[in-house]
Every structure is written in structure tokens, then in C-alpha cells.
């Protein structure tokens, strides 16, 4: 039995120069950049989800005459029921502008990311990974 070898893939030499570094830092910051945007989307969209559950939950009360307490900071402050309700809608309407436009920054840095890829892999092929890791 005669063991065969593969012929073992020669990594070509490619020279990286100062403007490559660049992109690939460029690359590297804009990728942490947009982790950082989706965490932030995501916690958003979480709170967006909380002022829902509570604004569902005032619509269950019964007690027109109830004071309701609201936090604004630090500090509860007790509402009516209807002024609640409206403070958690603007609430959730400044939430949904923001998660808009950070998803419009992610969007606009993706843009960005796909061209620099588009420009590495050209210049230096498989000698280089710019695929996220999914752990």
C-alpha cells in the first residue's frame, strides 16, 4: 500500500502596503462598529417591547380614576391613565425612530464593509478571511 500525499497548496507571498493595512483596519472597525449597532438595535427593540407589555397592561385597568405611576429618570410620577398611555406612546415612537436609524447605520456601514471585501479579497485571494466567526 503506497501512501499518497497531496501536493501541499504553496501560499503565494503577497506584499501588504500601507494602504491595504489601512483598509484592513478600516475593515476591522467598521466591523466592530456594526456588532456594536445590532447590540444596541436589539436592546432597543427589547425596551420598544417592554413600553408595548405595559402599554397593554394599562389598557386592562377598568379605574378611570387611577393614578398610574410613570418613570422619568430616577422618579416616579403618578398620571391618569389616558396621560400614561399617551407618554408611552411617544415613547415608543422616539424608540422606533431610533431603532430606524441605527438600522440605517448598520445598513450604510454594511455598504461600506462589502466594498473594502470586494477590494481585499481581490488583491490577496484565500491568503486572507474577512467572514465572521459565528461562535
Known amino acids: 500500500m503506497a501512501a499518497t500525499m497531496k501536493p501541499s497548496v ?3 507571498d503577497v506584499n501588504v ?3 491595504d493595512q489601512q483598509k484592513i483596519n478600516e475593515f476591522a472597525r467598521n466591523t466592530n462598529r456594526v456588532t456594536e449597532l445590532k447590540d444596541e438595535i436589539e436592546a432597543k427593540k ?3 417591547q417592554n413600553l408595548q407589555d405595559g402599554s397593554d397592561d394599562l389598557m386592562m385597568f377598568d379605574d378611570d380614576a387611577l393614578l398610574i405611576p410613570y418613570q422619568i429618570g430616577d422618579v416616579f410620577i403618578s398620571h391618569t391613565q389616558e396621560e400614561t398611555q399617551e ?3 411617544a415613547a415608543k415612537e422616539a424608540l422606533e425612530q431610533e431603532v430606524k436609524n ?3 447605520r448598520v445598513s450604510a456601514i454594511q455598504q461600506v464593509l462589502g466594498g473594502l471585501k470586494i477590494q481585499l ?3 490577496f ?3 486572507i478571511n474577512l467572514e ?3 461562535s
Open 10 to 12: 504553496a501560499v503565494e
Open 17 to 19: 502596503t500601507f494602504e
Open 46 to 48: 427589547k425596551s420598544l
Open 87 to 89: 407618554m408611552l406612546e
Open 102 to 104: 441605527l438600522e440605517g
Open 121 to 123: 479579497y481581490a488583491k
Open 125 to 127: 485571494g484565500n491568503n
Open 132 to 134: 465572521a466567526d459565528e
